[in-house]
C-alpha cells in the first residue's frame, strides 16, 4: 500500500510533468535550432573562404609559375587552370569560343567585352578575364596612373588570321586565327591623356597547338609551350631550314666572296684559346652589350700570348653573356666565336683600328651572330641559355576546352624595348649579319633576310613560294634596300637614333655599313666611297639630312673636350637622330615623322673638292643629275649655276691660313634672305622649327621658302643661303605671287660665316624666281 501523502505528492508530480517535459523540450529546441544555425554559418563561411582561396591560389599559382624550381617538368611549371576552366563571366560565357577560333571575327565585327574596370575586378571568376588582366596588370604600367578611372576605358576582342606556310593556302582547313583585344571606348580621351596605358605590348591570344586538332588543322602558326631553358634542337632547325631553303639570299647578301683576314682572332671554344680564325672553318659572332664593365677580362698585349695557348682562357673570370655564349655555342656543335672584348686586343690602337675596318667582313661572314637583347651589360646571363636564367611568363588559361595565352612582343617590339637596341655598336652588328639568335627575355627568336622563328609559335617550313606568316612583320633591321643611296639613308637614320659612349667613335662604328654598302653595290674604295660617314658619290643627296625635331643642335666633343674633327656638313659632327625626309618636310603642318625621302631633279653644283688628310685639295666624283626640263615662258626666272673647274688659286681661302682636313669646296651662289618663325606649330619638346624664308626686296615681304632651323641659340632676323640642288614641291611658298612648276624649288643651305669659312646652319627651299630676284653672288664656298 502507498501512503496517502506519498500517493498525493507522485499523483501531484506525475499530473506536472507534461508540462515539465514540454518546457524542457521547448527550451531543447531552441537550444538545437541555435547551434544549427551557428553551424550552417560556419559551413556557409568556410565554403566561401575555401572558394575564394581557391580561386586566389589559381591566380597566384598562375602568376607565381614562371618562379617554381626551374629543374621541375613543364607540366608543373607552366598551369593551365583546368579545375577552374567552367569558370566564366557573363559576357565571356556568352562567347563561343570554339566557333571564334574556327571561323574568326572581322575587325569591323568586334564583340565588346566591357570596361577594363569590370575586367580587372572579375578576373578572380572569370578565367578569359583573368588572361587580358594578368597582360594588362604586367604591361601597361597600371601603377603609374594608380588615379585613373578606367571604367570609361573599353575593349573588345576581334581575330586575324596568322597566315599559311604549307599547300594549298586558299583552303580554310589550313587558317589559324589569333585573338586581338583592341580599345572600343575611350570616354575623356584615358588613352591619349595617359600613355603609360598605351605603352605597352599589344594584347594577342593565341590557341596552343595542342587543340588544333579539335579544329581539324595542323599546328601550324599555333602557340607553342616555352620551356624553361631554350631548346637546342629547335635552334638546329632554324639554321638548317634558312641554309636549306634560302639560299645567298641569306648565305652571301653582302656578295662578300673573300675569306676573312688572317689577322682576325676567335674564341676556340674547345681549347678555350684565342686563335687566328681557321681558312675554311664557320664560325659565330656576339653582340651584346658592354655596360661599362671590361677592363678586367680584355685582351691586352701584356695577356694576349698566354690567352693564345690551350687553356688560356679558363681560369678568366668572364662576365656572364660572354659564358653564356660560349656554352651555346657548344651546344650547337659549333667551334669558333667571335667576342669582341677577346679578339681585339684593346690597348693596342694599331691593331684596334685594323680589327675595326674589318666589322663588315667579320659580321657579314658569320654563320650566325648571337645577339643578347635582354641583358643590360655584359654580367647579365643569355635568359634560357642555361637552368634559372629566365622566369617564365607564357600564362595559360583554359577557356570552354581550349588553352589560351597572351602572345610576348614580337621581335621588332622586343627589340625596341631593349638597351641592346640604343647602343651605336650594335646597329652594324646586326644590319650586317645574316642570320642572328635574339635572347631576350620571354624567349628567344630566330631571323635572317627571309624568315622569323621564336620558341612560342609553330612556323617551322620550307618558305614555300606565296607562303606567309604574321611573325614576318616584324623583322628587326631591314637591311640592306634595293638602292645604295636608300640603304645609306635608312642606316643613317636608325643608327643616329642610338648612343655612343665614346662619341668620337662614331664614324667607326659605322664604318662596318659603308664598307657593306660599298662592296654590295660595287660603289668602289669604302675609304674614297665615304668620309665622315657621308656618301661621297651622291653628294648632293648626302647633305640633305635633317636634325631629328627633337634633337638640341650639339656638336659632338672628343674625350678630352677638344672639338669635333667633323666638318659642320657630315651628320657626324652633330649629336643625336638624323633623318632624310623629302620636301614634305616644309609643309605648313607640325614637323612630323614623314615617311618620304629627299629628292634632287638637277644637281647645281660642280665640280665638288675636298680637303684631304694630308692637306691637298682634291676633286671629288658627284654624280650629276638633270631630269628638269623648263618652259619657255620660265627660262627668264631659271637660275642659271656658275660651272666649272676652279682655278688652283679659288681654292685656298688664305695663303698663310692652310684649310683644315674635311672642308667642302664649291663654287654656287649666295643670297640674303629673312626668316620669320611659325608661331605655335611645333610641340614644346622639339629643339628645331619650322621657319618662312621672307624676300627682302619687296615690300610687304613675300613668303618665298621654308627652312628647318634651331630654336637655340635664337637666331638673327636674316641668314645667309647657298644653293645645292633643284627640286619639286608645293604649298612651301607663296602660291598667290609665285607659280608652281616643276622644278621651282632649290635646296638652299642657311649657314654662318667667319673669317671667310662657312658653317652649316639649316637646311630649307627657295622658290627659283625668289633666288634670281634677289641678285645672288657667285661665290667660291668653303664649308668647314
Not at 577552374?84 to 575587325?107: M, Q, R, W, Y
Not at 573588345?156 to 586581338?180: A, D, T
Request: hydrophobic share 40%; proline share 6%.
Amino acid at each position: 500500500m502507498i501512503s496517502p501523502v506519498i500517493h498525493e505528492g507522485l499523483k501531484a508530480q506525475l499530473t506536472d510533468a507534461p508540462k515539465t517535459l514540454r518546457q524542457v523540450s521547448n527550451h531543447g529546441l531552441v537550444f538545437v535550432g541555435i547551434i544549427g544555425g551557428a553551424a550552417l554559418v560556419v559551413c556557409a563561411f568556410w565554403l566561401s573562404v575555401i572558394r575564394t582561396c581557391k580561386l586566389k591560389t589559381n591566380i597566384a599559382s598562375s602568376e607565381s609559375a614562371p618562379l617554381l624550381n626551374p629543374d621541375q617538368p613543364q607540366a608543373h611549371s607552366q598551369r593551365d587552370h583546368t579545375v577552374t576552366s567552367t569558370l566564366l563571366c557573363p559576357v565571356c560565357a556568352n562567347l563561343d569560343f570554339h566557333k571564334i577560333f574556327l571561323d574568326g571575327i572581322p575587325p569591323k565585327e568586334e564583340i565588346p567585352l566591357g570596361s577594363l574596370s569590370s575586367i580587372l575586378e572579375k578576373s578572380y571568376q572569370c578565367n578569359f578575364c583573368r588572361l587580358i588582366s594578368f597582360h594588362v596588370r604586367r604591361t601597361w604600367k597600371l601603377d603609374e596612373v594608380p588615379h585613373v578611372d578606367l571604367s570609361g576605358l573599353g575593349l573588345g576582342v576581334y581575330s586575324k588570321n596568322c597566315g599559311c606556310i604549307r599547300k594549298p593556302f586558299y583552303q580554310p582547313e589550313f587558317r589559324c586565327y589569333r585573338l586581338h583585344v583592341i580599345k572600343t571606348k575611350d570616354v575623356g580621351g584615358l588613352w591619349k591623356k595617359h600613355l603609360a596605358l598605351g605603352e605597352g605590348s599589344p594584347l594577342i591570344i593565341h590557341l596552343l597547338q595542342e587543340d588544333a586538332f579539335k579544329f581539324g588543322r595542323p599546328a601550324d602558326l599555333h602557340g607553342r609551350r616555352v620551356k624553361n631553358t631554350v631548346d637546342i634542337g629547335l635552334v638546329r632547325k632554324w639554321i638548317s631550314l634558312c641554309q636549306q631553303n634560302h639560299g645567298d639570299k641569306c648565305g652571301n647578301v653582302w656578295k662578300m666572296y673573300r675569306k676573312l683576314p688572317g689577322f682576325v682572332r676567335v674564341v676556340d671554344v674547345v681549347s678555350m684559346a684565342v686563335v687566328p680564325v681557321p681558312s675554311g672553318w664557320r664560325y659565330l659572332t656576339l653582340s651584346y652589350v658592354w655596360g661599362g664593365i671590361g677592363a678586367e677580362y680584355w685582351t691586352t698585349k701584356g695577356n694576349i700570348e698566354e690567352r693564345s695557348t690551350p687553356g688560356g682562357l679558363n681560369a678568366l673570370n668572364l662576365p656572364e653573356t660572354i659564358t653564356d655564349s660560349i656554352v651555346f655555342v657548344r651546344q650547337l656543335g659549333e667551334r669558333y666565336l667571335w667576342i669582341d672584348a677577346l679578339c681585339i686586343i684593346q690597348d693596342d690602337l694599331l691593331d684596334k683600328s685594323i680589327q675595326l675596318r674589318a666589322m663588315d667582313l667579320v659580321y657579314g661572314l658569320s654563320h650566325l651572330t648571337i645577339v643578347a637583347a635582354g641583358a643590360m651589360t655584359a654580367r647579365d646571363p643569355l635568359p634560357g641559355c642555361r637552368p634559372r636564367t629566365r622566369t617564365l611568363q607564357q600564362h595559360i588559361e583554359v577557356v570552354q576546352g581550349l588553352h589560351l595565352y597572351v602572345a610576348p612582343p614580337r621581335l621588332g617590339e622586343a627589340l625596341a624595348q631593349s638597351t641592346w637596341n640604343t647602343r651605336c655598336w650594335t646597329y652594324q652588328e646586326s644590319a650586317l649579319s645574316c642570320r642572328r639568335i635574339y635572347f631576350t627575355g620571354p624567349q628567344v627568336y630566330f631571323e635572317c633576310k627571309c624568315d622569323i622563328f621564336c620558341e612560342d609559335i609553330v612556323a617551322e617550313s620550307k618558305c614555300l613560294p606565296l607562303s606567309h606568316s604574321f611573325l614576318q612583320s616584324s623583322f628587326g633591321e631591314p637591311f640592306p634596300y634595293l638602292q645604295s643611296v636608300s640603304s645609306y639613308m635608312g642606316a643613317v637614320d636608325r643608327y643616329t637614333r642610338r648612343n655612343l659612349t665614346v662619341e668620337s667613335d662614331v664614324v667607326d662604328a659605322f664604318t662596318g655599313v659603308t664598307n657593306a654598302l660599298a662592296m654590295a653595290f660595287e660603289l668602289g674604295n669604302p675609304d674614297r666611297t665615304f668620309q665622315y660617314g657621308m656618301m661621297l658619290p651622291d653628294m648632293h643627296l648626302a647633305l640633305l639630312w635633317q636634325h631629328d625635331p627633337q634633337t638640341p643642335r650639339a656638336r659632338r666633343l672628343l674625350p678630352d673636350g677638344g672639338s669635333s674633327p667633323w666638318p659642320s656638313w657630315t651628320w657626324a659632327a652633330w649629336r643625336g637622330g638624323v633623318i632624310y625626309r623629302g620636301v614634305d618636310v616644309y609643309l605648313r603642318t607640325r614637323m612630323g615623322n614623314l615617311s618620304s625621302a629627299p629628292s634632287v631633279d638637277e644637281t647645281l653644283v660642280d665640280p665638288w673638292y675636298i680637303v684631304d688628310d694630308s692637306g691637298d685639295t682634291v676633286q671629288l666624283a658627284v654624280h650629276q643629275v638633270s631630269w628638269v626640263v623648263l618652259r619657255a615662258n620660265e627660262e627668264e626666272h631659271a637660275y642659271s649655276a656658275p660651272r666649272g673647274i676652279l682655278d688652283p688659286t679659288e681654292l685656298t681661302l688664305d695663303i698663310h691660313r692652310p684649310l683644315e682636313s674635311g672642308t667642302l669646296v664649291f663654287r654656287t651662289t649666295c643670297s640674303h634672305f629673312r626668316i620669320s618663325r611659325r608661331g605655335g606649330e611645333e610641340p614644346s619638346a622639339y629643339a628645331h622649327g619650322l621657319f618662312d624664308i621672307l624676300s627682302i626686296s619687296s615690300f610687304p615681304p613675300i613668303w618665298v621658302g621654308t627652312a628647318v632651323l634651331p630654336l637655340e641659340p635664337v637666331l638673327p632676323s636674316s641668314l645667309d643661303f647657298i644653293v645645292l640642288s633643284r627640286t619639286s614641291s608645293r604649298s612651301v611658298y607663296d602660291e598667290g605671287n609665285l607659280m608652281g612648276y616643276d622644278g621651282c624649288l632649290l635646296h638652299v643651305m642657311a649657314v654662318s660665316q667667319d673669317e671667310g669659312l662657312m658653317e652649316r646652319v639649316g637646311l630649307g627651299v627657295i622658290h627659283e624666281a625668289a633666288w634670281v630676284v634677289s641678285r645672288p653672288e657667285k661665290q667660291v664656298v668653303f664649308l668647314r
